[in-house]
């Protein structure tokens, strides 16, 4: 039994700034984003606590239909850097910047050093609203927080 697989080639535009000249790449193949290296002249401190806006020297021209989102790498995530990042439209063409809350200690970033990624995320061609007097229920209803167990 065969089956058919759709290959979807997506294609978007990056516009460097003259001071950031630095290699845009996903590492992996299926890596869900490209890393995006920081263009520092020297190294510098997050200071905790605190948030922090860090001016990423790039453009980008997202494909209709999707919009881009910023991501603290995995490591710095586990070192308490929270990303505030609201999403990045389609329509929007100016400087991207991270825009980052720090919850534990100092953390240094190097020169050069990768510390987001860019995923681009599809939203829907249509979004219907629709008022309602009450909705369907799930199995936890609205047992939230921890309600599941540890």
Request: with cysteine; proline share 6%; aromatic share 6%.
């Amino acid at each position: 039994m065969s089956k058919n697989y759709a290959i979807e080639l997506l294609k978007y535009k990056i516009l460097k700034k003259e001071f950031n000249k630095k290699l845009f790449k996903r590492n992996n193949e299926e890596d869900a984003g490209i890393d995006i290296p920081i263009p520092l002249k020297s190294d510098f401190i997050i200071v905790k606590p605190g948030v922090t806006r860090i001016p990423l020297g790039i453009s980008v021209e997202i494909p209709e239909g999707y919009m881009g989102i910023l991501y603290p790498r995995s490591g710095y995530t586990t070192r308490g850097l929270i990303s505030l990042q609201p999403p990045i439209d389609r329509v929007y063409s100016g400087e991207i910047h991270l825009i980052l809350l720090n919850l534990n200690d100092d953390i240094v970033i190097h020169k050069d050093e990768r510390l987001c990624q860019l995923v681009l995320v599809r939203i829907p061609d249509k979004i219907i609203d629709e008022e309602v007097n009450e909705i369907k229920s799930g199995n936890r209803g609205n047992k939230g927080f921890n309600s599941s167990g540890r």
